[in-house]
């Protein structure tokens, strides 16, 4: 298989600020990740298609503009969550493609549980 | 719309089979996954199968597809303690595959 690294993989943050989180393909090149959200006992929730070299698609009714993000290069994208909430508290989990195209599979990340207090 | 349905909970004793479906509603689905996440951790791709195929086993796991009636389910022979975990049904759709829907999850419990 694949590797996807994502980190960190636990952030506590204070109402009002900001924080990143990195998705990294270690070992192929993604030109497409996605990004998830996943609240306590309920599935997760694409939230954005990141696109490497262009702008992010997101789901309908997810905020660019709270939660922006970058695909600055085929191995490495960031959500950055901007003037966290509590009620952005949740578990989010990046996926990357290897390859382009039906005949591909996705590779997940092991999540980054975001805790806003 | 795109919907992938699963049951919540699924009690098994030990040595059993489990056996957990899913119904979905895109027909364009090129494929199938299961995955298992742990407590706390995120989630492995268990197996996948294309939408042509009907049948697909791997050790003690048989994935069974019906694409007529949009149902997938997954078994798992000889239950054992370490499968305990949520099991989340995903189907791939969208023009170029690309994007993963997922199920609600399953919880499946072990019992001795």
């Known amino acids: 298989g694949a590797v996807v690294s994502q980190h960190p993989s636990r952030v506590i943050c204070k109402s009002g600020t900001s924080v990143k989180i990195e998705c990294r393909s270690l070992?192929?090149?993604?030109?497409?990740m996605f990004w998830y959200r996943q609240f306590p006992k309920q599935s997760l929730m694409l939230m954005a298609t990141?696109?490497?070299?262009?702008?992010?698609?997101?789901e309908q009714g997810v905020e660019k503009d709270k939660f922006l993000i970058n695909h600055a290069s085929l191995t490495l994208s960031t959500l950055t969550v901007t003037s966290a909430h509590p009620e952005d508290s949740s578990f989010y989990i990046c996926?990357?493609?290897?390859?382009?195209?039906?005949?591909?599979?996705?590779?997940f990340g092991q999540g980054t549980r975001l805790t806003v207090v | 719309g795109e919907d992938v349905e699963q049951s919540l909970f699924l009690s098994v004793r030990e040595g059993d089979s489990s056996v957990i479906n899913c119904t979905y509603t895109d027909s364009s689905s090129t494929y199938l996954y299961w995955y298992k996440q742990e407590p706390g951790a995120g989630l492995q791709l268990l197996t996948y199968i294309f939408s042509n195929m009907d049948m697909k086993q791997d050790q003690r796991l048989t994935v069974l597809l019906n694409k007529k009636d949009k149902h997938l389910s997954l078994r798992i022979a000889d239950t054992q303690t370490g499968d305990s975990a949520i099991y989340f049904c995903?189907?791939?759709?969208?023009?170029?595959?690309?994007?993963?829907?997922f199920g609600s999850g399953t919880r499946l419990s072990i019992r001795p």
């Open positions: 990141s696109n490497e070299g262009s702008k992010a698609t997101y």
């Open positions: 995903a189907e791939s759709i969208g023009s170029s595959a690309s994007k993963i829907i």
């Open positions: 070992d192929f090149q993604a030109t497409t």
């Open positions: 996926s990357a493609r290897k390859g382009q195209g039906r005949n591909t599979e996705a590779f």
